[in-house]
């Protein structure tokens, strides 16, 4: 069984960072690209990132690109998010997911991140 288990998020103040983890266990996590996807108050989920099987390939959506960076360690099961220079609109609950394109009902139970002064 397929489960991944966020942490990471929390409050913090627009312009600051926070680092996501995402634990993996179920499968054999190093033969997948796994992916980070959110969802913002009031609207569906939204793909953020991604990393092929190895970490040589990352995929970003525009709107984090030069601010997210996502890595990976196949030695731990992890997956890991580091947000720099946060937003406003970057408030959601953050979610790591399975492959990619993502398996959306492979998500863990979510970080809540929020981005306020």
């Known amino acids: 069984e397929v489960q991944l288990v966020e942490s990471g998020g929390g409050l913090v103040q627009p312009g600051g960072s926070l680092r996501l983890s995402c634990a993996a266990s179920?499968?054999?996590?190093?033969?997948?690209?796994m992916s980070w996807v959110r969802q913002a108050p009031g609207k569906g989920l939204e793909w953020v990132s991604a990393i092929s099987w190895n970490g040589d390939r990352k995929y970003y959506t525009e709107s984090v690109k030069g601010r997210f960076t996502i890595s990976r360690d196949n030695a731990r099961n992890t997956l890991l998010l580091q947000m720099n220079k946060l937003k406003s609109d970057d408030t959601a609950v953050y979610y790591c997911a399975k492959d990619w394109p993502p398996l959306y009902d492979t998500r863990g139970q979510g970080t809540q991140v929020t981005v306020s002064s």
């Open positions: 179920g499968f054999t996590f190093d033969d997948y690209a």
